[in-house]
């Protein structure tokens, strides 16, 4: 029997997590939305295959893993992810569609489904699924403390397989998103166990940058302050992660505005800082000009002011009982979401000017120069922007990415 609602157009009204049984219910587009979902994981799935495949057939000579730059080591973790996860996510959604078109009982306990079964399926992508966003801002993040620290990066080893462990535990921890949704006690017990797990190797890269800073040349260019503001705001998003793996207190803040200001902790924080960090870093090379300095620096302080008076009211908030995904507040909960709307402006102004100002430097910017940061990684090797394919000759490399002042000697 076929739904004659199955398929509908227009917006769907399930929320972004598509939740069983109203997302086999509504009458809204839930079906387009599940397809939707069904062809970018294709375009996820490729894209870390597509890495994988170069990073283990297409370095250069001398490229050994250990010489490779750990940006490229934060992609190679994250292709892991998007490969192995991405599937699951993919037959989930292929399941909700059959279920809304046939009325086969998978999810809906109307039709004899169980909507925690939906629940495990959705997060057992979708929590690996913030690591694929985070670990290439922690790549970023890698790169930009050596150079602006002009130091060997600390703790080289440990920062790779740190996000090796980081991309396996992404695995185990799902449930935690289901500490009130009817799992097992046991169930709860373990994953919030294993979730405190994920401290370990986030922890370690928190450190290692640290003591990169410890006595390095520090340049305060706006990638610097990109990534400095990284390593602050995530660490109160990583800290607070482990309150929200703590069984006790999680019930307490689930479905609260702790959660997020948790979240945009690390999503924004890190993700979006790490991201900006990357931006003015490699603008030079991408487009050949420079950005304007001080404006970077302007809209760096916007942005980042603006993130924590708009976030950090949203901790208290939730401890006190703010839910989140209403619209609407309890009047005694006015006074902090004043703070963070205005908050917002500020981080809205430092995005704006940033934009105004890399689509001014395309024309009217300073021309770059090769290597405008004294980088030692191999695009710095060659013009800004690069021409077609890069290298007039393939390289030879004789080193590690991150030599400064000892040059010559590989990583060991
Ligand atoms: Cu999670």
């Known amino acids: 029997m076929l739904a004659t609602s199955a398929i509908v157009f227009g917006g769907a009204d399930t929320g972004w997590t598509f939740y069983t049984p109203y997302s086999i219910r509504t009458a809204t587009a839930a079906t387009l939305m599940a397809g939707g979902v069904f062809v970018m994981g294709f375009s996820g799935i490729m894209t870390g295959l ?35 996860a991405t599937p699951v996510i993919g037959i989930t959604t292929a399941l909700l569609v059959i279920e809304r078109f046939f009325h086969v009982g998978f999810f809906d306990p109307k039709l004899g489904g169980d909507p925690v079964l939906f629940q495990h399926f959705f997060w057992f992508y979708s929590h690996p699924a913030v690591y694929i966003m985070i670990l290439p801002g922690m790549g970023i993040v890698s790169e930009v403390i050596a150079v602006f620290s002009r130091k060997h990066i600390f703790g080289y080893k440990a920062i790779a397989y740190s996000s090796l462990a980081i991309a396996f535990i992404s695995f185990i921890v799902w449930g935690h998103h289901m500490f009130v949704s009817g799992q097992s006690e046991l169930a709860n017990l373990l994953f919030s166990l294993l979730t405190m797990l994920v401290a370990i190797p986030t922890a370690i890269k928190v450190v290692n940058w640290t003591a990169t800073l410890y006595k390095g040349s520090i340049l305060l260019d706006t990638p610097m302050l990109y990534a400095l503001g990284f390593i602050f705001l995530f660490t109160i998003g990583g800290l ?173």
């Open 240 to 412: 607070t992660g482990l309150f929200l793996a703590a069984l006790s207190y999680d019930v307490h803040v689930h479905d609260t505005y702790f959660v997020v200001a948790h979240f945009h902790y690390v999503m924004m924080g890190g993700t979006v800082m790490g991201l900006f960090a990357g931006f003015h870093y490699w603008w030079p090379k991408m487009f050949g000009r420079m950005y304007p300095e001080r404006w970077g620096k302007v809209s760096w302080f916007l942005v980042f002011t603006g993130f924590n008076l708009t976030f950090f009211p949203q901790f208290f908030l939730g401890k006190l009982g703010m839910p989140r995904r209403y619209y609407d507040y309890l009047p005694q909960y006015t006074f902090l979401n004043q703070f963070s709307t205005v908050g917002s402006w500020f981080i809205g102004a430092g995005i704006i000017i940033m934009y105004v100002y890399f689509l001014w430097s395309l024309k009217y910017g300073a021309k770059a120069t090769a290597n405008p940061w004294g980088g030692k990684t191999l695009e710095w090797h060659i013009g800004s922007p690069p021409t077609t394919d890069n290298f007039a000759h393939t390289p030879v490399i004789t080193e590690g990415p991150y030599e400064y002042g000892i040059k010559g000697k590989a990583i060991e």
């Open 50 to 84: 597509n890495f994988i495949v170069t990073i283990h057939k297409l370095r250069a000579q001398g490229m050994t893993f250990f010489r490779m730059p750990l940006f490229v080591w934060a992609i190679y973790a994250t292709a892991i992810i998007q490969v192995l």
